[in-house]
């Protein structure tokens, strides 16, 4: 017999669509809700690295995020911020039809998700959120808009401002901002990019990778003292400035933008939640309870992870939610504390100016160890 029959997700981005379509595929009842009224996404590349490749491979969306995404032809080509090439980062594949990276466009991924989530039968309602969660044999929900459910659990994927976090652990640590802040572009993408490219040792960390068949993004990290506010119509003139001196082709992506450029800049922040992420029939997953920096590419990972993990877990014959939910922490904990503390140690790294041998140690070290099976 298994424990759950329903579930209620907080939150339907990247993991709380995950676990949707993975409980729906054990036949379990799930209710999405979300309070975005449009379910939106931002307009941003987003990097997929191995180990996220392979989470989306057993969660059965692989080919479609290939086909409409981009996958890599092989390591990240690095180079100086002039754009002298000063070597390649060895990632190797994590299987036969899995490349070793790729990139999508984050609207895109989000219709891939959503899509299926769908299509599983999954009941998805927008513009609400949680008001009161109160254990009862399960618990018993009230939302935003006046309505109440019961379901024998709920999963809080409501991201790095998390609702359900603060209803469970008020006294929770609340998210901080790094020090430094990212910006993205999005660029027609040359003949010639066909993998990431790094440009590092200057004061802004520099990126791009492939995200279709036509398309590349850019990130640049700089390290804005004081997390000042900067207008989005500011954006292009001042994203301009952050790459001033880049040669190759961040050069290039620079050369071309214009007033109407796509460009999202944000300052990072990041929160890691202290064990157990989950209070009687109510558990956190993804940024609720893991948000990291872009350091690693591996937010979004390690959030279908979790989603996978869990339902897999909920699903087994004769265990207890409470057991699955240990067991789920054991299995979930000492990867996405890894994942969270090696990012904000290698944002520290380089706004100290540390050797770029040890940067590129320990994210060598970790992508390593990243690629263990989970
Ligand atoms: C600048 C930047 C770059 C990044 N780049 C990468 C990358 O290249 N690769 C990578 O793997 N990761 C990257 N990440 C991390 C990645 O974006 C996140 O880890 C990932 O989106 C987490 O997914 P999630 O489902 O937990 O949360 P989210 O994607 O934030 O989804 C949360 C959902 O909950 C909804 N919601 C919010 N509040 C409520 C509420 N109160 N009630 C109901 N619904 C609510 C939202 O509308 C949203 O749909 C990056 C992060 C940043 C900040």
């Known amino acids: 017999m298994v424990a759950v029959k329903s579930v209620l997700?907080?939150?339907?981005?990247?993991?709380?669509?995950?676990?949707?379509?993975?409980?729906?595929?054990?036949?379990?009842?799930?209710?999405?809700?979300?309070?975005?009224?449009?379910?939106?996404?931002?307009g941003a590349g987003i990097t997929i690295t191995g180990p996220t490749l392979r989470a989306f491979h057993t969660l059965g969306i692989l080919d479609d995020v290939l086909a409409k995404g981009s996958g890599s032809k092989g390591g990240s080509r690095i180079f100086t911020?002039?754009?002298?090439?000063?070597?390649?980062i060895d990632e190797p594949a994590l299987g036969s039809n899995i490349p070793p990276s790729g990139g999508i466009m984050r609207p895109v991924l989000h219709r891939i998700l959503s899509s299926r989530t769908l299509a599983l039968g999954t009941k998805v309602r927008l513009g609400l959120t949680v008001d009161a969660l109160e254990e009862n044999n399960g618990v018993d929900v009230k939302f935003s808009d006046g309505s109440a459910g019961h379901y024998d659990l709920v999963i809080g994927a409501d991201g790095i401002f998390s609702r359900v976090r603060s209803l469970l652990f008020p006294d929770a640590p609340k998210p901080k901002f790094t020090g430094q802040g990212c910006w993205r572009i999005v660029a027609d993408r040359p003949a010639h990019v066909d993998r990431p490219e790094l440009y590092l040792g200057g004061d802004v960390k520099v990126g791009l990778n492939p995200c279709s068949a036509t398309q590349m993004y850019l990130f640049a990290l700089d390290a804005p003292r004081g997390n000042p506010w900067i207008e989005p119509k500011d954006w292009p003139q001042v994203l301009k400035l952050r790459l001033a001196g880049f040669g190759g082709t961040a050069g290039l992506v620079r050369d071309a933008i214009t007033e109407t450029s796509s460009i999202v800049y944000r300052p990072l922040e990041a929160m890691l939640l202290p064990p157990p992420w989950h209070k009687g029939h109510v558990i956190l997953i993804g940024d609720a309870a893991h948000a990291t920096t872009p350091h690693l590419a591996s937010g979004a990972g390690i959030a279908v992870e979790d989603a996978v993990i869990l339902a897999d877990l909920l699903a087994q014959t004769g265990i207890s939610i409470p057991a699955a939910f240990e067991a789920f922490m054991a299995r979930r904990w000492e990867r996405c504390r890894m994942v969270v503390e090696n990012s904000l140690r290698l944002g520290e790294m380089e706004q100290n100016h540390e050797s770029p041998a040890d940067h590129q140690r320990l994210a060598e070290e970790t992508v390593k160890a990243l690629a263990q099976p989970i």
Request: without cysteine; hydrophobic residues 35%.
């Open 9 to 42: 997700i907080v939150g339907g981005g990247i993991g709380g669509m995950s676990s949707a379509i993975r409980l729906r595929e054990k036949g379990i009842t799930v209710d999405i809700v979300d309070s975005d009224p449009e379910w939106r996404v931002y």
């Open 81 to 88: 911020p002039s754009g002298q090439s000063i070597g390649e």
